[in-house]
Nanobody, 122 residues
Framework: QVQLVESGGGLVQAGGSLRLSCAAS????????MGWYRQAPGKQRELVAS???????NYADSMKERFTISRDNAKNTVFLQMNSLKPEDTAVYHC????????????????WGQGTLVTVSS
């Protein structure tokens, strides 16, 4: 079974920075794309950023100037560097892995982590 575990969330003042990490565990042959989504209270989950195994990235327009996604394919880990944080960035940030393939060629279309809370105070 494949699991995603996020870390790095917490409380930060506006203008500060945080770095989130997400490690995939289990028997993994490959992961196509990994990414971060967030869900603020009372709002729908939205894409923050994603990155393919080849390094192609995609960002939500409102975050591309402040956030940077990166990935360590060898460790099946994805990172999100968040700078110049704003109170409106407060949300639970969820890690996502898309098209996960095991050594026995079992395929998981989507895997989600439990989320890590980011709180930005004004």
């Amino acid at each position: 079974q494949v699991q995603l575990v996020e870390s790095g969330g917490g409380l930060v003042q506006a203008g500060g920075s945080l770095r989130l990490s997400c490690a995939a565990s289990g028997s993994i042959r490959s992961i196509n794309a990994m990414g971060w989504y967030r869900q603020a209270p009372g709002k729908q989950r939205e894409l923050v950023a994603s990155i393919t195994s080849g390094g192609s990235t995609n960002y939500a327009d409102s975050m591309k100037e402040r956030f940077t996604i990166s990935r360590d394919n060898a460790k099946n880990t994805v990172f999100l560097q968040m700078n110049s944080l704003k109170p409106e960035d407060t949300a639970v940030y969820h890690c996502n892995a898309n098209d996960v393939v095991t050594p026995l060629l079992r395929r998981y279309r989507e895997v989600w982590g439990q989320g890590t809370l980011v709180t930005v105070s004004s």
